[in-house]
């Protein structure tokens, strides 16, 4: 049965084939998987009607829809748009939002898709997508070698049909690399129209992003509940006590019972506490346990306890309050040196990102040269003019180029997935950028200006956060050495005690209403070497800080001059390198003309080609490295600690 059916599928198959070829109709009717064919067969409307083997372009995950398929309510992994996903990619599309068309599922933009999104600009010489020639193409080659995409390179095969028309038109360099990016990565940057391209990513977007949601960061700023956690643990030594006590004596000769309700207040002032409560005492009490017993309506009592001498200006309790207080101090310039630092490294994965989008241009438009000087000398080999061994060469020029694309691709890729740990969305997750986001050019920055050296050092010994942390650590110690000093001393302590009877007094008692005691209480070690050690290493420790402070400073001056040296090092590269590329323009300009005269060969031209090429790299990459070491110098200075004003002019 399955046979019989599978057979009279095949025939009605290969009617529908015939009778379409017959008919001569448009791309649409000669496809049955097209989505907008009249033969569709009513299985290729669902979402997974067609095989992913039967689909067109490279492999795909199972569930994916056929072009024009609508997607089911569901976010399956697969390559829905842009590049190939990961399975459990976020299906989100940047596309969506701006209401331009999706990518089709085949992965690859079209003639007439390729101009909505990427629409040529009207001052470009070379129109989008650019055509390849047929020599650097997928068609067979003229000594009869097998197609290039056969030969072993990642570019799937193309039919570009006939010379002329928009069907022609072949897919950028862009395009064919978008097809081997790997999942989730960012694609290449395209060519697009000012009305078309999204704002520019600038640095300050990026410097905001990673100071809401940067983890590390974030996970710092989290010491400021944890220095007030333990300052409030700190306080916890001066709360108001409560002591209960109940005692029964209900066996032997003195059957008594006694009831005490006390408040006790540990205060800082010169380590006084101070104590108020009720006590009922009631019963027979020897002779000796007496001052326990009270009226019958009981006795409020209250009194203190100060220490004269050892824990008088300070004790253990102050101490530790007094280090948690300046522990607290100590979270706010320490997390001022992860901003800085935070914003240091920032700003260089965001020019190295701008660097590689840059670098990724100039080698893109080197290779166009190179395909259109293809197309011209196969023309002329074709009219007997031109030398095929010159052709041959300038197709070896653009494999070459080909292969220094796809290396400043990969290179992009990187840059961007570095930049996205720091650039986040709203929910925090990495968001990696668009490369149509990227800058048309660096940002003019003046050169560095010595003669501000002193003043700026003078700012660097202000702003850096180290100097704060030292110093806050130095006056801890200076706590631990007034606590190890006062530890010296005898402990004398000052005590008073007040009594007032209430009720009817106890048959046989010896007692008056009021009661008033002052006592004098007096304790040393005589050795008292644990507190004479801890001096000695509580100094020792001081002189400690006081170095680490000296250190300090001269690593400050040291960073800002090093940091100016390089500054002004790379601000002179940069403008050498800028000469640099105006004098190889003006030799490749010479050069091209000499070629199109006949003077010269195709050789020499990619030289000049190449020279300047590599001219504009370098120079790019000296303007990274100023921006870099402009950001080295910030640090330096620490301008980025102190938090952004909160108004105009503040």
């Known amino acids: 049965m399955s046979h019989r059916m599978w057979l009279q599928n095949s025939i009605g198959a290969c009617f529908l084939a015939l009778m379409t070829w017959a008919s001569g109709g448009d791309a649409a009717a000669q496809d049955p998987r097209a989505p907008d064919s009249p033969l569709v067969n009513p299985r290729s409307e669902l979402p997974f009607g067609t095989l992913p083997d039967q689909l067109p372009g490279p492999p795909r995950f199972e569930g994916e829809p056929p072009p024009g398929a609508s997607m089911p309510p569901s976010t399956l992994p697969g390559r829905m748009f842009g590049p190939p996903m990961a399975p459990g990619y976020s299906p989100f599309s940047p596309f969506r939002e701006q209401g331009t068309p999706l990518i089709p599922p085949g992965g690859m933009l079209g003639p007439a898709s390729a101009r909505q999104i990427f629409p040529p600009t009207g001052s470009s010489p070379i129109e989008f997508p650019l055509p390849l020639p047929a020599a650097s193409g997928d068609g067979p080659d003229r000594a009869g070698e097998p197609r290039r995409s056969q030969r072993g390179l990642p570019f799937p095969p193309f039919d570009f049909g006939p010379a002329g028309g928009d069907s022609a038109r072949r897919p950028s360099m862009a395009d064919l690399l978008s097809r081997t990016t790997a999942p989730g990565l960012p694609t290449p940057p395209r060519s697009t129209t000012e009305k078309d391209r999204p704002a520019s990513l600038q640095l300050e977007d990026v410097l905001v992003s990673a100071e809401r949601s940067y983890p590390p960061f974030l996970a710092y700023i989290q010491e400021r509940l944890i220095a007030a956690g333990n300052f409030r643990s700190a306080e916890g030594a001066f709360d108001l006590n409560l002591n209960m006590d109940a005692r029964n004596w209900g066996l032997g000769y003195y059957k008594r019972n006694v009831f005490d309700v006390f408040f006790e207040q540990p ?31 009981g006795a409020y009592v209250s009194g203190m306890d100060v220490p004269l001498l050892r824990g008088g200006r300070i004790d ?62 196969d023309r002329q080999v074709q009219l007997g003019v031109g030398s095929p061994i010159e052709l041959t060469d300038n197709q070896r020029v653009v494999l070459s180029r080909e292969n220094f694309l796809i290396a400043a691709n990969r290179q992009l890729q990187v840059a961007a997935l570095e930049l996205s740990l720091y650039l986040r969305d709203g929910t925090g997750f990495p968001m990696i950028p668009d490369a149509r986001r990227l800058p048309n050019q660096f940002p003019p ?103 680490r402070i000296q250190f300090a400073r001269d690593r400050i001056t040291a960073d800002v001059k090093l940091a100016m040296a390089n500054l002004q090092a790379a601000d002179q590269q940069r403008t050498r390198y800028r000469q640099n590329v105006e004098l190889n323009l003006r030799l490749q300009q010479a050069e091209q003309r000499r070629f199109n005269l006949g003077a010269t060969t195709v050789l020499f031209l990619t030289f000049r080609e190449q020279f300047t090429a590599d001219a504009k790299v370098a120079a790019i990459e000296a303007e990274s490295k100023y921006q870099a070491a402009l950001a080295e110098y910030r640090a330096a200075l620490g301008i980025d600690a102190l938090p952004p004003p909160s108004e105009p002019g503040s």
């Open 267 to 297: 205060t800082t002032l010169w380590g006084a506490k101070l104590f108020a409560g009720y006590r009922l005492g009631i019963g027979d009490w020897p002779i000796y346990y007496q001052y326990l017993q009270t009226n019958q309506g």
């Open 316 to 377: 253990p309790k102050r101490a530790k309050l007094y280090q948690a207080q300046l522990e607290r101090q100590k979270v706010e310039p320490a997390i001022s040196k992860q901003r800085i630092e935070l914003f240091k490294n920032a700003s260089k994965a965001y020019w190295n990102w701008v660097a590689a989008g840059q670098t990724y241009l100039v080698l893109e438009s080197l290779l166009k040269l190179a395909e259109l000087r293809t197309r011209f000398l």
């Open 445 to 547: 920055t003046p050169s560095p200006v010595p003669d501000a050296f002193p003043e700026d050092l003078q700012v660097s010994l202000r702003l850096r956060p180290e100097l704060r942390v030292l110093q806050l650590e130095y006056r801890k110690a200076g706590i631990d050495l007034d606590l190890a000093k006062n530890n010296t001393l005898p402990a004398m302590n000052f005590y008073v005690y007040g009594e007032q009877n209430v009720g009817p007094p106890v048959p046989l008692q010896n007692k008056g209403p009021y009661i008033l005691e002052t006592s004098i209480l007096f304790d040393v070690p005589l050795q008292r070497r644990v507190a004479r050690g801890r001096v000695l290493a509580v100094d020792a420790e001081l002189r400690q800080a006081q170095l």
